[in-house]
């Protein structure tokens, strides 16, 4: 039985992919044909490299599976919106965003979020995608506000859906209230610098809908991560004997 056990324990914590995240911090932007979600090398999910001796300890509190292998933004706030679509993933919002241009006429550089979260139509339902500018932890391109610190200091993270006709899935709730509580508990930003897109820009938009449950994503309670899976899901504890690696 305890064989049994000890095999079942390592045969779940090899299914665990970690995401890990880095480039080179630069305050220049990098040039458009490093942005594609696919063909740029930094989005390829690896495994961790085991530390000498065995497996990395995947239940360490307080890990965060987001965390930039380079020195991190100063961030400050958390801005979420919704794509106000009924399906979408981060190579299709890069490719629209490719398509926007800023005040002075330049194409922007691509997706303009730090994190997607899928709802099952494009992305598996519940996956968080880290996109190039976390990756290489460059401001955003989302927040359209007076105020410039909401992108230069604000981690833009996006939902798939239209929350004014109905709320985040199940999944989209979970994975977005555990990003979000690992960024405040990591960047120290408080629960009154997570706001919604609307907060800011409150004259030209709904975004995130009026169905997103703000306040409790964004006063949750801290909830360790131990990793992510092959989705990009969070995963809060191993695999239990029923197969089921979510509460």
Sequence with gaps: ??????????NSLMLLGLVLDGCTH????????????????????????PPPGGTPNLALPGHNPWRPTIAAREWKHIVIHHTATGNGSVESIHAS???NKDKNGNPWLGIGYHFVIGNGDGMTDGAIEPTFRWR???????AGSS???????????????????????????????????????????????????????????????????MAEVAAGDFEPILGLDADGIPIVRIASTSGSKHP
């Design 147 to 213: 105020n410039k610190d909401y992108n230069e200091r604000g981690i833009g993270i996006c939902l798939v859906g239209n929350f004014e006709n109905s709320p985040p899935t199940p999944a989209q709730k979970r994975s977005v209230k555990l990003l979000v509580q690992t960024l405040r508990n990591e960047y120290r930003i408080p629960a009154g610098e997570v706001v919604g897109h609307k907060d800011i820009r409150a004259a030209s938009t709904e975004c995130p809908g009026r169905l997103f449950p």
């Design 97 to 99: 965003h490719l398509k």
């Design 1 to 10: 039985m305890t064989i049994a056990r000890s095999s079942l324990l390592g």
């Design 26 to 49: 630069s305050p220049a932007l990098p040039p458009a044909s490093m942005n594609s979600p696919r063909t740029n090398p930094a989005y390829a999910r690896v495994q961790p490299v």
């Design 136 to 142: 290489t932890q460059i401001q955003g391109a989302h």
